[in-house]
């Protein structure tokens, strides 16, 4: 297991095709002509659990942009994390997706990288298929 030290920035670029899933459409019966309804969105971004940052909510929208930048020490990291949700108007907030990348797979050396994180992205939904994507910058 491969554990990072120093200074992670960190930037969430955008999603695509966002998806409610069956139980944030619960209550939904605003979906005519077989629309999918639109979200809300916001990001969490952690770091082993420890929170680095929440993004804009992006109103009414099914690929939000967001472009925003974070940076956190981190000591001994082992995980990135980041978690969609959909910013409801009573709490708790609606799960949409989220994805876990490993530092190992960072491949982090002292250049810039850039990683699409789309294939870690899942959506609990019938089918497991990647519903967003985000991009995570480290810099050492």
Known sequence: ???FNGTAK???????DLRPTEWSKRFNSSTTGGQ???L??????????????QTATKPRTSAPNWSEDY???VHNGKVLGFSVFHDCALPPDDFVANCRIPFE???ISTNDIWVSAKKYLSC?????????SATCVMCL
Request: include cysteine; glycine fraction near 2%.
């Open 40 to 53: 809300d969105s916001y990001v969490n971004v952690d770091c082993d659990e420890y929170h680095v940052g």
């Open 1 to 3: 297991m491969v554990v």
């Open 105 to 107: 797979d960072l491949k």
């Open 36 to 38: 999918q309804p639109l």
């Open 10 to 16: 960190i930037r969430v670029v955008e999603a695509k």
């Open 124 to 132: 609990r939904a019938k089918s497991d298929t990647f519903c967003a």
């Open 71 to 73: 940076t956190a020490e």
